[in-house]
């Protein structure tokens, strides 16, 4: 008999991910937003390797794409070793019908500058995702980030188009 999280994984992670491009700023700047679909259940999703994570211009998350070829920029993320259990504060929780929102600047010794313009999208495997508040994850269930609890699954955004200066 499946867990109820497995159901849910199963079916679905209610998590959209969005980008918007900022043509304003310098450097250019991505408005990187994971919403939360569910109009009844919050979700809370570990921050390692996705949009909300602090190094996700640098561990490959993003990928780019020149805009005017097509062809994709070869960008060898970093690997990054990370102390476990994850700290409470890398949990971010989402209400229901809510979002997260951050502004990730596009600057990295990574990314080529010249003025080219070039399409971008976030993709990648959530870490952990639970169905639940921040405070309701469990130690065990925070130390494991995988089993029944747990949730995982890929994420992909939309895609933008940026001018690297």
């Known amino acids: 008999m499946a867990s109820k ?4 994984c199963a079916s679905h992670i209610n998590l959209n991910v969005s980008l918007k491009a900022s043509t304003t700023s310098n450097p250019p700047t991505l408005q990187a937003t994971i919403s939360n679909s569910d109009s009844s259940r919050p979700m809370t ?25 097509g062809s994709k920029l070869d ?3 970093l690997k990054v070793n990370r102390r476990l259990p994850p700290p409470r504060g890398d ?29 971008v999208k976030a993709a990648g495997n959530w870490k952990a995702v639970w169905v639940s508040n921040a405070n309701e994850v469990g130690d ?25 200066s």
């Open 75 to 77: 960008i060898q993320g």
């Open 140 to 164: 065990q269930d925070l130390a494991a980030m995988s089993g029944p609890h747990v949730l995982s699954g890929t994420f992909e955004s939309n895609e933008v188009e940026v001018k690297l």
């Open 5 to 8: 999280a497995q159901e849910l």
């Open 91 to 119: 949990l971010i929780e989402i209400q229901p019908a809510s979002k997260v929102t951050r502004e990730i600047p596009l600057k990295s010794r990574l990314l080529p500058s010249g003025g080219k313009t070039y399409r």
């Open 45 to 69: 999703v570990l921050s390692w390797d996705n949009i909300l994570d602090e190094n996700a211009l640098n561990l490959g998350v993003f990928q780019f794409s020149d805009a005017e070829t």
